[in-house]
């Protein structure tokens, strides 16, 4: 309760600057009407999705959206605050100053400047269309990036061997199926050797699958489609009414993705060969640093795998490479995982920023990474989860091709 008391008085503050700067603009007092309508609106929708709405703990879509335009309108106000609160801060110095240096017994604070409240509203619409733009199409703006490694030690008959890899699908916020469709698509355009994928489902729930499973059962590549489970497809996120209701649904889970034609790697592992040549996949079970499930066995994983076996590894959390796989006695050339989702919100551009608030939590948290002589990629994620949209880091499809030999 205390801290919904924190989030009220927090939301009227950030929302009474907003109003501010909307009374020093506009004289009309519908457009304020309007502003609170909407304020009220936003956060009516929000409290009852979240305090009296259905699914208990469960994040449904109508949940995400209310979350989403709650998010959209405070990002509005938050830019408005500092600007008018630096504002007042220098009317109540200059009231004071002009009260004291001229002797005046009263206090007069100037009013507001109207070009203030204006900059504050222009730089306000930036976050404010950009989130609007991320929930209903950033979410679904799929983007194909490329990488090429290269590995001294990489079998000759797989040089220029290509892996697609994607991750944290969470099944359960899509709300489109042709923009879901035209992501498969892309996936298959690739026309990689291998598909990965790195963990993340669903959100909870192995029946939110039910819809998706024949687009992403078109999945195929010539040595196979391989996955591992991320931390949220083990349905630690909601109340079931058992164990053994919760132990069903991941075995659904499991079978859909055997139905697919994934072959779920739990902590395991499967060799390609070429040639006479061959490289070893390992998938492990999830591994995150702190309150996340922890039940990947690296060790387990790698029993029928030689230490000079060229070795990628799936691995769902990338604090587990940090933490754990580089470090291990085993050389692992490459990693894939995901999870992060680059927190689907950031800025970047190619050779100048790249930045996410999912930096401030993850030291490795979107794109390729080299350690000790190891590589890992982190993929943004192809879905998406709280925030119904994603903004400036948009959803990934990941091509990469190993090379034999140095970088030229």
């Given at each position: 309760?205390?801290?919904?008391?924190i989030?009220?008085?927090?939301?009227?503050?950030?929302?009474?600057?907003?109003?501010?700067?909307?009374?020093?603009?506009?004289?009309?007092?519908w457009?304020?009407?309007?502003?609170?309508?909407?304020?009220?609106?936003?956060?009516?929708?929000?409290?009852?999705?979240?305090?009296?709405?259905?699914?208990g703990?469960?994040?449904?879509?109508?949940?995400?959206?209310?979350?989403?335009?709650?998010l959209?309108?405070?990002?509005?106000?938050?830019?408005?605050?500092p600007?008018?609160?630096?504002?007042d801060?220098?009317?109540?110095?200059?009231?004071?100053?002009?009260?004291?240096?001229?002797?005046?017994?009263?206090?007069y604070?100037?009013?507001?400047?109207?070009?203030?409240?204006?900059?504050?509203?222009?730089?306000?619409?930036?976050?404010?269309?950009?989130?609007?733009?991320?929930?209903?199409?950033?979410?679904?703006?799929?983007?194909?990036?490329?990488?090429t490694?290269h590995?001294?030690?990489?079998p000759?008959?797989?040089?220029?061997?290509?892996?697609?890899?994607?991750?944290?699908?969470?099944?359960?916020?899509?709300?489109?199926?042709n923009?879901?469709?035209?992501?498969?698509?892309?996936?298959?355009?690739?026309?990689?050797?291998m598909?990965?994928f790195?963990?993340d489902?669903v959100?909870?729930?192995?029946?939110?699958?039910?819809?998706?499973?024949?687009?992403f059962?078109?999945?195929?590549?010539?040595?196979?489609?391989?996955?591992?489970?991320?931390?949220?497809?083990y349905?630690?996120?909601?109340?079931?009414?058992?164990e053994?209701?919760?132990?069903?649904?991941?075995?659904?889970?499991?079978?859909?993705?055997?139905?697919?034609?994934?072959?779920?790697?739990?902590?395991?592992s499967?060799?390609?060969?070429?040639?006479?040549?061959?490289?070893?996949?390992?998938?492990?079970?999830?591994?995150?640093?702190?309150?996340?499930?922890?039940?990947?066995d690296?060790?387990?994983?790698?029993?029928?795998?030689?230490?000079?076996?060229?070795k990628?590894?799936?691995?769902?959390?990338?604090?587990?490479?940090?933490?754990?796989?580089?470090?291990?006695?085993?050389?692992?050339h490459?990693?894939?995982?995901?999870h992060?989702?680059?927190m689907?919100f950031?800025?970047e551009?190619?050779?100048?920023?790249?930045?996410?608030?999912?930096?401030w939590?993850?030291?490795?948290?979107?794109?390729?990474?080299?350690?000790?002589?190891?590589?890992?990629?982190?993929?943004?994620?192809?879905g998406?989860l709280?925030?119904?949209?994603?903004t400036?880091?948009?959803?990934?499809v990941?091509?990469i091709?190993?090379?034999?030999?140095?970088?030229?």
């Amino acid at each position: 309760m205390v801290r919904w008391i924190i989030f009220g008085i927090v939301y009227a503050l950030l929302t009474a600057y907003g109003l501010q700067a909307i009374k020093t603009i506009f004289k009309y007092n519908w457009v304020q009407y309007v502003f609170i309508a909407i304020a009220l609106l936003v956060l009516g929708n929000f409290i009852f999705q979240f305090v009296a709405g259905p699914e208990g703990r469960v994040l449904t879509q109508s949940k995400s959206y209310a979350f989403g335009f709650l998010l959209v309108f405070m990002s509005f106000n938050i830019v408005v605050v500092p600007i008018l609160l630096g504002e007042d801060i220098l009317r109540l110095i200059f009231g004071v100053y002009d009260k004291y240096a001229s002797g005046k017994e009263s206090l007069y604070i100037p009013s507001r400047r109207k070009f203030v409240s204006q900059l504050a509203l222009s730089l306000a619409t930036i976050p404010f269309s950009s989130l609007l733009y991320g929930m209903y199409k950033g979410k679904y703006d799929y983007r194909v990036l490329k990488y090429t490694l290269h590995f001294e030690d990489l079998p000759e008959a797989f040089d220029g061997y290509r892996i697609t890899q994607i991750s944290d699908v969470h099944s359960g916020s899509f709300d489109d199926r042709n923009k879901v469709a035209y992501g498969i698509d892309l996936i298959k355009k690739q026309e990689s050797d291998m598909i990965l994928f790195t963990g993340d489902m669903v959100n909870n729930k192995a029946e939110e699958m039910h819809d998706w499973k024949d687009l992403f059962g078109q999945l195929e590549a010539k040595d196979g489609v391989y996955s591992v489970l991320g931390n949220h497809d083990y349905g630690d996120y909601v109340e079931w009414n058992s164990e053994a209701d919760k132990h069903a649904n991941l075995e659904e889970l499991k079978q859909i993705q055997k139905d697919m034609g994934f072959d779920l790697l739990l902590n395991e592992s499967r060799f390609i060969e070429r040639n006479g040549q061959r490289l070893a996949l390992v998938g492990v079970e999830n591994w995150g640093r702190g309150p996340f499930k922890k039940a990947g066995d690296l060790k387990k994983a790698v029993q029928s795998v030689d230490e000079n076996d060229f070795k990628i590894l799936m691995s769902h959390d990338p604090s587990h490479w940090e933490d754990v796989v580089v470090h291990d006695d085993y050389h692992y050339h490459l990693t894939l995982s995901g999870h992060t989702h680059g927190m689907q919100f950031g800025i970047e551009i190619p050779g100048w920023v790249k930045w996410s608030p999912a930096k401030w939590r993850y030291k490795y948290w979107a794109g390729i990474y080299e350690q000790m002589g190891q590589y890992i990629n982190v993929n943004r994620g192809f879905g998406y989860l709280g925030f119904p949209g994603r903004t400036g880091i948009w959803p990934e499809v990941t091509v990469i091709e190993l090379r034999k030999g140095k970088v030229s």
